[in-house]
């Protein structure tokens, strides 16, 4: 499956939470509610989730191998550095 959109739909600049991104696949399947975080060491993506009955987060989707999970992070990080570029020039 092949990225062919990424929308970055909200940008924050306060807090941990930098920015709640979408992306489309292959033209036909929409994953909403990516979120770019500020880690410690670096920023990350963590992929939607909702709260089980036990209180735990699970993910609704997310990448099953290493490689797919870092090709995805990093499109989704270069999308977010093009937009706090365009914005903080706008």
Do not use: N, W
């Not at 940008?11 to 509610?33: C, F, W, Y």
Request: with cysteine.
């Amino acid at each position: 499956m092949t990225i062919t959109d990424i929308k970055v739909r909200k940008l924050l600049p306060e807090g941990r939470l930098k920015a709640v991104v979408s992306i489309t696949l292959d033209d036909t399947i929409a994953i909403h509610d990516i979120k770019v975080i500020e880690g410690s060491e670096r920023l990350f993506i963590a992929m939607p989730s909702r709260k089980d009955e036990s209180g735990c987060y699970r993910d609704i989707a997310h990448p099953i191998s290493f490689g797919a999970r870092a090709d995805l992070e990093q499109k989704i990080l270069s999308a977010y550095y093009d937009a706090v570029g365009h914005s903080i020039s706008s």
